[in-house]
């Protein structure tokens, strides 16, 4: 089944760096776009960073700069990766991997994991 499996949150100081991951499986991931979300308390899942199957990302203003998201399509599963450094306060949030595809015939997949708390705090 599909299974997307989040992990390396925690907690961290301003300024620090933190590297989560994310290991997707049960379809064929490579085809789809991966992306982080993330969801601080009291306010909207907001997407982080996007990365396509061909490698394209794109960065939501507030972390550009700061951090990378990369892939790795492997033969049945695909890992998602985001580096973040200079890590801020309001960088706190629960962080989501997500994997999303839309066919030409109109479907769409929509998928995601568990979700993985960060915490920026002295």
């Known amino acids: 089944q599909v299974q997307l499996v989040e992990s390396g949150g925690g907690l961290v100081q301003p300024g620090g760096s933190l590297r989560l991951s994310c290991a997707a499986s049960g379809s064929i991931f490579s085809i789809y776009t991966m992306g982080w979300y993330r969801q601080a308390p009291g306010k909207q899942r907001e997407l982080v960073a996007a990365?396509?199957?061909?490698?394209?990302?794109?960065?939501a203003d507030a972390v550009k700069g700061r951090f990378t998201t990369s892939r790795e399509n492997a033969k049945n599963t695909v890992y998602l990766y985001l580096q973040m450094h200079s890590l801020k306060p309001e960088d706190t949030a629960v962080y989501y991997c997500?994997?999303?595809?839309?066919?030409?015939?109109?479907?769409?997949?929509?998928?995601w994991g568990q979700g993985t708390q960060v915490t920026v705090s002295s």
């Open positions: 990365i396509a199957s061909g490698g394209s990302t794109n960065y």
């Open positions: 997500n994997a999303y595809r839309a066919t030409t015939a109109g479907y769409e997949y929509d998928y």
